[in-house]
C-alpha cells in the first residue's frame, strides 16, 4: 500500500505563491499517476492538476498558467508551485495517487 503526506499549506495575500509539497511510502513502485485536488467550502472537490506515469500534466482550468505541478521520482514525491494566488484559491489541498489514495489534506487560505 502507499501512504501520502502533504504539507505546505498556509495563509497568504491574494497574489502571492505558495508550494505544496506530497511525499509517498510504502509501495511506491506501484505509483502510476499523481493528482492534487482541492475542496472549496460548500463546493465539490476539483481537480487542480494531474501526472500520468508518462510524465504528461493536465490542469484545470481555474490553475491553468498560475499553478506549475512537478515531480521527483527518487523522492517520491510531487509538489505544486501556486503563483498568483487569489481568494478563489482558497480550500483544502489533498494529494491522489492511482485515483486511490489520498493525503489528510492541507488547508490553503488566500485573504488580504
Known amino acids: 500500500q502507499v501512504q501520502v503526506v502533504e504539507s505546505g499549506g498556509g495563509v497568504v495575500q491574494p497574489g502571492g505563491s505558495l508550494r505544496l509539497s506530497c511525499e509517498a511510502s510504502?509501495?511506491?513502485?506501484?505509483?502510476?499517476?499523481w493528482g492534487w485536488y482541492r475542496q472549496a467550502p460548500g463546493k465539490a472537490h476539483e481537480v487542480v492538476a494531474w501526472?500520468?506515469?508518462?510524465?504528461?500534466?493536465t490542469y484545470g482550468s481555474a490553475v491553468k498558467g498560475r499553478f506549475t505541478m512537478s515531480r521527483d521520482n527518487a523522492k517520491s514525491a510531487v509538489y505544486l508551485q501556486m503563483n498568483s494566488l487569489k481568494p478563489e484559491d482558497t480550500g483544502v489541498y489533498y494529494c491522489?495517487?492511482?485515483?486511490?489514495?489520498w493525503g489528510q489534506g492541507v488547508q490553503v487560505t488566500v485573504s488580504p
Open positions: 491522489n495517487v492511482n485515483m486511490q489514495t
Open positions: 510504502g509501495d511506491t513502485s506501484s505509483i502510476y499517476n
Open positions: 501526472i500520468s506515469t508518462s510524465g504528461t500534466i
